[in-house]
């Protein structure tokens, strides 16, 4: 594995700059393809999933954190409140809290159950200087969200959902797990009260984890202030863990926001709710795909899918071409033209990119285009459009194939 720090910076991803500050991130144009398709992708699986949007602000009052819990068991890590005349508000370090308060502001059935909300959203945490570390670490993070409000009895299957979505998300981004963790509480006072409620929440963690069939580790001391939770660990060049994914069984903020919904006797009962993030912050997920990956993502996420080679200037006019075709079926192409260098110095500078097409006077004249996939593979001239069809679905499907059999 590479450094993502390193390789992020030569390949033009991200930077950071002092004026803006440590642990403060910002984004090139290649490195914004990356993340903005690595969005799309999870707004899209969890549209089919039945999950339902929202944005929501990234400021709320101190009253907010304190109704559900943050400000007395995670203020340490929260920002300073600023004062708004006689009011007090943050910068939120967890989405979960506005989440509740939108489900409260509508009367629910048990007909609605479960209830999915999803939100890309920004939060910030007060971090220290000493343990930020490129994307890992940050204090502006872009969460990948969701909350499901649903009965006690549906809690397992909606679990168990989110942990195949994670399992096909790490699939089609070509990331490997370290390990599941199931974690507990531990000695000390960062934990709300209530025996029975840490109890019943670790119990149906552990029936999930038992029935998927996954190898785990119980691990006290890594639940959250207000239950336990299932992490799936990642590790990096050093052999450094950090957790990427969760899925987490709350009591505690339904009660605390008073949320309810009608059961089918014509009575208030209160939802459970469950946490999951399928790729966790957008920022560590994206540290964790450079360092996996090199660089060399898979074709769909690749910021430039296919470069267009023509051997000389002859064929310049019909490159030109191609990435505009390119174009219109929504590949991300680029022309690199002959004044760049020879052809196979063109080959090695491309070498990240999953597909180049060489175009000399042959292929021109028959309508043809040459590819050479990035793992060395080299190709029988195809038709252009037949190329150009077979790459856009292999895009579409998400794999990490860089060919298909056909």
């Known amino acids: 594995m590479s450094d993502h720090r390193k390789l992020g910076r030569e390949l033009g991803l991200f930077d950071t700059d002092p004026l803006i500050g440590a642990g403060l991130p910002y984004w090139l144009p290649d490195g914004a393809t990356v993340r903005h398709t690595l969005e799309e992708y999870i707004r899209a699986a969890e549209r089919r999933a039945g999950y339902r949007h929202v944005y929501s602000p990234v400021l709320g009052k101190r009253e907010l954190y304190e109704l559900s819990g943050h400000w007395q068991h995670y203020s340490d890590d929260m920002f300073p409140p600023m004062d708004l005349g006689a009011e007090q508000v943050v910068l939120r370090p967890s989405l979960c809290p506005h989440h509740a308060v939108i489900y409260r502001s509508r009367g629910h059935s048990y007909r609605e159950l479960p209830l999915r909300v999803a939100e890309l959203g920004g939060m910030y945490r007060s971090e220290l200087s000493g343990v930020l570390g490129g994307l890992t670490r940050v204090r ?31 699939g089609a981004l070509g990331i490997t797990p370290a390990r599941y963790r199931l974690s507990l509480p531990g000695p000390g006072g960062k934990y709300v009260a209530g025996e029975g409620m840490w109890r019943r929440s670790a119990a149906l963690l552990t029936d999930v984890l038992d029935r998927s069939g996954l190898s785990y580790e119980a691990v006290e001391g890594e639940a959250a202030f207000y239950g336990p939770k299932i992490d799936v660990q990642v590790a990096d060049g050093a052999g450094r863990e950090s957790t990427l994914s969760t899925v987490q069984v709350d009591f505690h903020q339904p009660e605390r926001f008073d949320l309810h919904y009608i059961g089918p006797d014509g009575a208030r009962h209160r939802p459970v709710m469950v946490h999951r993030s399928i790729i966790g912050s957008v920022e560590r997920a994206l540290a964790q795909l450079i360092e996996e990956h090199g660089g060399a993502f898979p074709a769909w996420l690749a910021p430039t899918q296919l470069v267009v080679l023509p051997i000389s200037e002859s064929e310049l006019a019909g490159a030109q071409e191609l990435v505009r075709r390119c174009g219109e079926r929504g590949l991300r192409a680029k022309l690199t033209a002959p004044d760049h260098g020879t052809l196979p110095a063109r080959v090695r500078a491309s070498r990240l990119v999953p597909y180049q097409a060489v175009l000399g006077p042959r292929e021109l004249a028959n309508g043809h285009v040459s590819l ?24 579409r499907a998400h794999t990490t194939d860089l060919w298909d059999a056909a």
Do not use: K, W
Request: a negative charge; hydrophobic letters at 45%.
């Open 140 to 170: 502006a993070i872009q969460l990948n969200d969701a909350h499901i409000f649903c009965t006690l009895d549906q809690v397992a299957e909606e679990a168990g959902a989110a942990l195949e979505m994670i399992r096909r998300a790490y």
């Open 372 to 395: 050479r996939l990035r793992d060395g593979r080299r190709l029988a001239p195809l038709p252009a459009d037949e190329a150009l069809t077979r790459i856009e679905s292999l895009v």
